[in-house]
């Protein structure tokens, strides 16, 4: 078996592991009358609202950060990257600051995993945990390929995205946009700080840069449904999408 087969195969034995571990007993304790893991189920997005003065904070952190640019070296020997043409480097770098979050930065995503953590597992059904984090600002001037074309994100099964937008979203302010199988599309609107949970892929999905002048925000939680929570955010690369190993313990590892 290839590499990359074997490790395909871990990720279905995981999944499987999931379906076995996280049975009806987890939904019930999570979700008493089954609306909000039916109505994520049926969707496959959700979205809610935090803290203003956690948000505050995320983002200043935020603001603190080290840029580093989305790059084939940018991933975490244990994770697997996304392959990446030139154009798309280019593309995706432009306009768009992708950051090596801080430890500060890592806290308050930590602080707000922490506020949302039982929403969230309402809506999966079971606890979860952090796969990988990343963070970026984007502007008037990002580009229209990678994460801002329509996509679906093509993660082994059972890893959903947790956006937090620590601002309001919209059109205007740049949010996220779905598009569902009828053709029907949906861009997330709030007027404060927001996260978003969604199938990443399953649902067609793309980021909608923000009017000329305006600048979005967004710490982008990789997440997986799991026995217990485990909510310490970590930073693989700007380009990690998942670890290689689905039992691998993100929490124990540091890039
Ligand atoms: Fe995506």
């Known amino acids: 078996m290839s590499d990359a087969n074997e490790r395909r195969h871990h990720w279905d034995s995981y999944c499987r592991f999931l379906g076995e571990t996280l049975?009806?007993?987890?939904?019930?304790?999570?979700?008493?009358?089954?609306?909000?893991?039916?109505?994520?189920?049926?969707?496959?997005?959700?979205?809610?609202?935090?803290?203003?003065?956690?948000?505050?904070?995320?983002?200043?952190?935020?603001?603190?950060?080290?840029?580093?640019?989305?790059?084939?070296?940018?991933?975490?020997?244990?994770?697997?990257?996304?392959?990446?043409?030139?154009?798309?480097?280019?593309?995706?770098?432009?306009?768009?600051?992708?950051?090596?979050?801080?430890?500060?930065?890592?806290?308050?995503?930590?602080?707000?995993?922490?506020?949302?953590?039982?929403?969230?597992?309402?809506?999966i059904g079971s606890p979860w945990r952090i796969l990988s984090t990343r963070a970026w600002q984007l502007s008037g001037q990002s580009g229209d390929l990678g994460a801002n074309e329509w996509h679906v994100d093509g993660l082994p099964e059972s890893i959903a995205k947790l956006m937090i937008f620590p601002h309001a979203v919209g059109t205007e302010k740049g949010t996220t946009e779905f598009q569902f199988a009828d053709g029907q599309t949906l861009a997330i609107e709030s007027a404060g700080p927001t996260w978003a949970l969604f199938k990443s892929s399953e649902l067609m999905h793309r980021g909608v840069r923000p009017s000329e002048g305006t600048t979005r925000y967004v710490a982008e939680l990789t997440i997986i449904p799991s026995p217990r929570f485990d909510l310490s955010p970590v930073f693989a690369g700007s380009n990690a999408r998942h670890p290689l190993e689905p039992w691998f313990r993100s929490a124990t590892y540091r890039y």
């Open 23 to 123: 049975g009806p007993s987890f939904r019930t304790r999570y979700d008493i009358w089954h609306e909000k893991y039916q109505t994520y189920a049926q969707y496959g997005v959700v979205f809610g609202g935090f803290s203003a003065e956690r948000a505050e904070l995320l983002q200043d952190a935020l603001t603190d950060c080290s840029p580093e640019p989305v790059s084939p070296e940018s991933v975490a020997a244990q994770f697997e990257g996304t392959p990446l043409t030139d154009a798309v480097v280019a593309d995706v770098n432009r306009g768009t600051v992708f950051y090596r979050p801080s430890a500060r930065a890592h806290w308050w995503m930590a602080e707000i995993a922490d506020e949302i953590a039982e929403q969230v597992a309402a809506f």
